[in-house]
């Protein structure tokens, strides 16, 4: 059955429409404007005051809906976190994986690869966050489990990379601990290599780069500040002109100053957003446990007891307020570092991040307040209603 969606206003990813309408069949947008005829084409009128746009995709999302990926790397794991953010707006995510012990690790990517390609499973493929980091720059990460890669490790993440069909498995590691022929060999196999966790200097970040490392990690955070000769990792990933930065933007991670810095310093479309969220996204839970410690909610902040941050309490609809209020970003900017460029950066724009014919019917319906109302996966709809 066709389903031509109008009423609202459409945000294709490029500009703003008015008096359009979307039609949509078999998980796929076949066409912006009126329809050529009405008959067998189901007409799905929005809120007039509602803004219709591309579904937000989430690069990093270590749980929600009180289900932590580390400790349920599992299908029935997954399906629970997608379900959480997509009351958010996110109908595209990749599970992540922090640092912890190989066999874990294993059964987080057989689950991930499990679902992705899946229709209307919401996943875009597996974020493996560690093991291959710094030490001193673990953050909230476990010492006992980070490691430097072997021949074998770097051979069996290639060996998973060609299982993510229409989606990305994206590594996360530290320069320094990654020499530039393990990362050259990770890209060759499709894999997104990103850093962080990490002091590299600025020179081996960009000897990193040339290898085919292609983006930041939560940049800033778990990385030296910028010191005026010593500018390192943090420095690399602001003036680089080729690579993307995945960024929290709750106000908390990273002074706003800063990322209104590097949305200067980067060419439009390099900077994108992220939640890091953990169990509490789409709960009232006010604590969980990671590693065996207990980790707080208070305030808009996830720290362990000793103050540590341990991920963000942030979903993406109030990453783009902040965006608007805390940055001075226009809206259109702000929706497309939740679903545009994020797509860009893990290479599934052809499919993704926009609304043109051909491309998946992932959509999300926010009120004029950047609330969601609902989101289709797939073109299935699901109200965002508790």
């Known amino acids: 059955m066709r389903r031509y969606l109008t009423g609202a206003r ?7 429409l008015d008096d359009e309408g ?4 078999d998980g796929t947008i076949l066409d912006i404007g009126q329809p050529a005829s009405a008959g067998s084409i189901e007409v799905v009128r929005l809120r ?14 270590n749980g929600g809906g009180g289900v932590l990926f580390n400790e349920t790397p599992t299908e029935a794991g997954i399906r629970a976190i997608v379900a959480a953010h997509r009351r958010f707006g996110t ?12 066999e874990p690790m294993r059964e987080a990517a057989k689950a991930a690869i499990a679902l992705t ?27 006992e489990f980070i490691r430097e890669p072997s021949d074998g490790d770097i051979d069996e993440l290639c060996g998973w990379a060609g299982q993510f069909p229409g989606g990305r498995l994206l590594v996360t590691i530290a320069p320094e601990h990654v020499g530039d022929e393990a990362i050259r060999r990770l890209v060759e196999a499709g894999i997104a290599v990103s850093a962080a966790h990490s002091g590299a200097s600025f020179e081996r970040t960009k000897e990193a780069v040339a290898a085919g490392l292609s983006g930041f990690t939560h940049l800033f955070n778990a990385m030296p500040p910028v010191v005026n000769r010593d500018p390192r990792i943090a420095a690399a990933g602001m003036t680089d002109a080729e690579t993307w930065c995945g960024i929290i933007a709750d106000g908390i991670h990273v002074h706003p100053a800063l990322l209104r810095l590097t949305l200067t310093a980067k060419p439009q479309g390099k900077v994108f957003l992220v939640t890091d969220a953990m169990p509490p996204l789409g709960t009232s839970a006010t604590r969980f446990e990671l590693y065996g410690q207990t980790i707080l909610r208070h305030e808009g902040r996830l ?39 994020p797509a860009e950066f893990l290479g599934l ?30 073109g299935t709809w699901e109200s965002a209603a508790r």
């Open 303 to 341: 720290t362990t007891e000793d103050g540590t941050l341990a991920g963000a309490d942030l979903d993406l609809p109030a990453a783009i307020r902040n965006c608007l209020s805390l940055l001075g970003l226009d809206l259109e900017e702000a929706l497309r570092m939740a679903s545009l460029y």
């Open 22 to 25: 979307v039609l949509i069949e």
């Open 349 to 378: 724009a052809d499919r993704r991040g926009r609304i043109a014919p051909g491309y998946t019917a992932d959509l999300a319906l926010l009120s004029p307040q950047i609330e969601v109302l609902g989101t289709w996966v797939d």
């Open 48 to 61: 007039e005051d509602a803004l219709l746009v591309p579904g937000f995709i989430d690069a990093q999302v």
């Open 10 to 16: 459409i945000f294709t990813g490029t500009e703003i």
């Open 117 to 143: 390609g899946k229709r209307g499973s919401g996943v875009l493929g597996l974020h493996l966050e560690g093991p291959y980091l710094d030490v001193a720059r673990r953050g909230v990460h476990k010492a």
């Open 91 to 102: 109908t595209g995510l990749l599970p992540t994986f922090i640092t912890d012990a190989p």
